[in-house]
């Protein structure tokens, strides 16, 4: 895996996903300043990390989509190149037009961190080769804006095409209000691009990958990128 | 010439929070009348929050040496050696004053101020606590207050990037009209890599770096060495507006910047601004400084030099810069968007020049602005020490399965999950001990060190008996940190009280503060940094004396702290620690008898001692599942937070015959501690207190869905914790009745 973290001002998770890749691949991934306009060659995996990207002063993700890299990783996931954008990352990539949608603020108007459960819709994607379609994994949230909103068109769409690959459910399983944890249309935590290569998702798999800090749900999603790409090559 | 207008009047001084006296000591030292510039540095200077001088001659008191400490208090924070190469660096200090004016931005800027302290230092933050006091529940401001004061702390740590793992929030009317804000940060540095404020070289450049220079906060620590009267409310201008982005670039620009050895010496710009950190990195390398304030990055068209001096805008540093490394240090402030001004230099003679415009606008001696300034020994008195309440006397109002149940429902004992929600506890991956428990535990970067992080005091005891208090907020931050198996090493203080020109309340302070170093002493607990906030009064009406104690522990492997929770059926539950059913000051008989009396329960620091290490030790051979510290709310609502917390109930055994039963369940004896160990281990570990001579008694079973304690009806953990999670989220909804 030759992953590369976007960094821009204001992105405070970098070092949590850093590490994650690191520790999943074996592979430190590279660090790539937001006024830089190109990937390192051969890059295979986009990673926009978490974090307040200028300071969320605009809509969330608003300022950041306008980088000069972004170009670059717009390049990238239109040759079908891995993105991932997780929670900033995820609102920088519908800002910037890849995913469909926005992040609205949470149900309850409040910033929120906690664990949640997500449900796993499909295994058939790089992403969530790692889990069963139907398994029911725990990782943490941690943001005000999670809220996912699209018109009914596209939520159709979504749907249809199988494009929503977690779902934020009860330890069950099971799709209840009371666990949707932002409020979000049909509880979506992640949805993939039109060629299911580009992935948003709120949570932070990220932060629960190593067994010595208790759970490691997380970790499934970059053991199966490391997977894909090993397949791909 | 230093231009003289206006006029310097009484009325002018007295403005500047400058007594007569001080103001004589002014003219006295300078030997003409101040300029105005002058007269705002002096205040600047020489106000409460700034100089200490009511604390000074008894902060000198504490114990600040320790094997451990490589910087005690007088820096930006302490640092202590937690092995590897590595430092802690941290420090608590207030924002009370700010934060009841305007909750949000007042909170903000004070978790933005305490984390400047600590990555000026060259650490990187990776924890934040906070302790906060509000007023009575049914007060018309309080929910504003808590939901803007919330969301402050997390808005700025959020986006900054630090996880906050703890802290503690109460209730009390005597805080109405005067909340309190303490917040900690904790970060990590190489031991060799310590940044400090003193200034050293003739000639070198002194840098600005961070944000632009505002109107923002002018006065704001002359306002946090005040009084709160009726017109509290007009002083919203002197509150500073955080920009928590702007400090997070802040962060990453000054570690790089230190990291390639660009830095001679560093201080935020925090209370008093400009003025305060070029004053006391010369004063504390001896040396002069002249600033010229026309290179002064400025937010705002035309301020005086009086402004600049006085400006509180929030992220900003000044430093001492090696010469022949500013092109570099420049290129790196610039990538990351930030000013980068040259506006002074160090200087041989020890004087404090400020230039504007051509002409001078200050002149002043700088050690006698900084480390000489003046010091108080103000009056005290001590208050007559409470009688001590008989538990025999304490009618119980209800049966202890009633008491318990409505107990942990209420504000101080209640779930504080609506709270710590709303702040991001895991960024950096590192938070091995989430909110909740006994005290948070923050791996130390890839491990398998651990660092034990918790903020203690109990005002209502403090109150009571300032001097039993004292030890206690201590004694309970140091078994916090044992109760998770963690060594304590250090203390930061956090000192709130009211008008010390009252000697009443000096003597809370002064009392305080003995309690404080007995503990520390008999702990082997040294405080190394610390921060004092008087004047918390509202119309003439004192906040409870609550000295906030942060502390901090090292786990040798994370792996091996304990947890609250019961972990299965079938297990003993054994106390630890002498229970005589002290019921004084207690939750119970606060809450359930609305009896706000007697004297606190006495801490006895060698019992302390004797039963934390036993504890520990036994956390750390991995003889016990469990561990908790007991405190408010005694023995029950301590069981009924590790049932809670695992969702397994207890059978529990009666109680001694000679302790009435709500004495026994809720009284607060110190020095205790409830573990779980597995049911064939119990002799042993009965043997091994005895041995030990820490006194131990088998008081129950875990198991079943139900606390059961004898005599009483089973208690289903499922209601207990929806009584426990229900108060807040109800009352901030504003579901329960308002006064």
Known sequence: ?233 | MIPNEPKITPELVAEHGLKPDEYQRVLDLIGREPSLTELGIFSAMWNEHCSYKSSKVHLRTLPTKGPGVIQGPGENAGVIDIGDGLACVFKMESHNHPSYIEPYQGAATGVGGILRDVFTMGARPVACLNALSFGDPKHPKTRHLVSGVVAGVGGYGNSFGVPTVGGSVRFHARYDGNNLVNAMAVGIAEKDKIFYAAASGVGMPIVYLGSKTGRDGIHGASMASAEFGEDSDAKRPTVQVGDPFAEKLLLEACLEIMHKGCVIAIQDMGAAGLTCSAVEMGAKGDLGVTLNLDKVPCREEGMSAYEMMLSESQERMLMVLKPEKEQEAEAIFRKWGLDFAIVGETTPGKRFIVRHGGDVMADLPIKELGDQAPEYKRPFVNAAKPAIIDAEDVKAPMGVADALEKLIATPDLCSKRWVWEQYDHIIQGNTVQRPGGDAAVVRVENGPKGLALTTDVTPRYCEADPFEGGKQAVAECWRNLTAVGARPLAVTDNLNFGNPERPEIMGQFVGAIRGIAEACKALDFPVVSGNVSLYNETNGRAILPTPSIGGVGLLDDFTKSATLSFKRAGEAVLLIGETTGWLGQSMYLRELCLREEGAPPPVDLIEERENGDFVRALILDGSVTAAHDLSDGGLAVALAEMAMASGIGARLSAAPDDIPAHAYWFGEDQARYLVTVPAAKVKAMVERARAASVPVWEIGTTGGDALTLPGERPILVTMLRERFEGWLPAYMAGELPQA
Request: with cysteine; proline share 6%.
């Open chain 1, 1 to 233: 895996m030759k992953a590369a973290v976007v960094v821009f001002p204001g992105i405070n998770r970098e070092r949590d996903m850093a590490r994650t890749l690191a520790l999943v691949s074996g592979v430190a991934p590279a660090m790539v300043w937001h006024a830089d306009t190109a990937l390192p060659p051969g890059t295979d995996l986009v990673v926009i990390p978490g974090g307040f990207s200028y300071g969320d002063y605009l809509r969330c993700g608003a300022i950041a989509a306008r980088s000069p890299i972004m170009e670059a990783v717009r390049a990238h996931a239109a040759k079908g190149g891995l993105t991932l954008g997780v929670c900033n990352g995820f609102q920088i990539l519908c800002e910037a037009g890849l995913l469909p949608g926005v992040l609205m603020r949470n149900a309850r108007l409040r910033f929120i961190c906690r664990d949640v459960y997500l449900r796993v819709e499909h295994s058939d994607s790089p992403f969530t080769r790692g889990y069963n379609a139907g398994q029911v994994i725990r990782v943490p949230v941690a943001h005000g804006e999670g809220n996912y909103i699209a018109d009914a068109d596209t939520i159709v769409r979504l749907e249809g095409e199988g494009r929503v690959l977690f779902r934020y459910c009860s330890p069950e399983g099971d799709l209840d209000p009371a666990w949707n944890v932002n409020g979000a249309t049909n509880a979506i935590a992640g949805i993939v691009g039109e060629r299911g290569n580009v992935l948003g998702m709120m949570p932070h798999p990220e932060n629960h990958v190593e067994a010595a800090l208790g759970v490691t749900d997380g970790r499934g999603l970059f053991a199966g990128l490391v997977e894909a790409l090993k397949r791909a090559a």
